[in-house]
């Protein structure tokens, strides 16, 4: 397998969670967004989308959208499972997940960043505000989802990581790069250093990576 990763990608960062939760580790290809790398066409013949991450798989394929991905790694190689077994256990671990992947991260990604910059003439206190307005917004549900959940463990369900860790986590080290106080979330943040204990976040930590 080959990884098409930006170190400081929160969608690079979840998947590559999900791999080393999987005990799986691919060959690290980083891109560079920094120099948009992933807009020019060496990288837009692997991903047409011109977005990290993609996982080149082991027929030469080529696997875009980290949602797909982590779904086809708990398809290929379902132990250890992210999802739980029961139908509403899944369906509650894929909301907590989702709130973060279709509500929070897309719409402060880099790309809209970019644009309300230069389009909108956004400076970066407008886009630290911009940030901290969807993060929050997230986080206070997430927070009060935790808080109801008196059955579960150190994690955000039951008691070890799930596909909800995988993704609040990155948006966790997001936060803290545009200057959000994690005190507001006690409950996040204990999730967050739990998951800080485990090899397999700490190897997949933005400062880890090659590219950093």
Not at 55 to 73: F, K, M, R, T, Y
Not at 78 to 98: S, W
Not at 155 to 173: K, N, R, S
Request: glycine letters at 6%; proline letters at 8%.
């Amino acid at each position: 397998m080959k990884l098409y990763s930006f170190f400081r990608s929160g969608t690079s960062h979840r998947l590559r969670i999900a791999l080393h939760l999987k005990g799986l580790t691919p060959d690290y290809v980083p891109v560079d967004l920094r120099v948009d790398e992933q807009a020019q066409a060496p990288f837009k013949a692997i991903n047409p989308q011109g977005l990290v991450p993609a996982l080149e798989i082991d027929n030469g394929q080529v696997l875009i959208q980290s949602p797909a991905i982590i779904e086809w790694l708990e398809e290929r190689y379902p132990t250890p499972a992210l999802l739980p077994a029961d139908p509403l256990a899944r369906a509650h671990v894929r909301a907590l997940a989702a709130i973060v992947g279709c509500d929070v991260h897309p719409i402060n990604n880099r790309r809209i960043l970019q644009t309300l910059r230069k389009q909108f003439g956004a400076d970066e206190a407008a886009i630290n505000a911009w940030c901290a307005t969807w993060i929050t917004a997230g986080f206070d549900a997430i927070e009060a989802l935790l808080a109801k959940d008196n059955a579960r463990g150190s994690y955000c369900f039951g008691g070890a990581p799930t596909l909800a860790d995988v993704y609040l986590i990155p948006q966790v080290e997001s936060a803290r790069r545009f200057g959000l106080d994690m005190t507001a979330w006690p409950l996040i943040s204990a999730v967050d250093a739990a998951c800080a204990e485990l090899p397999a976040f700490a190897r997949a930590a933005p400062a880890a990576q090659p590219d950093a």
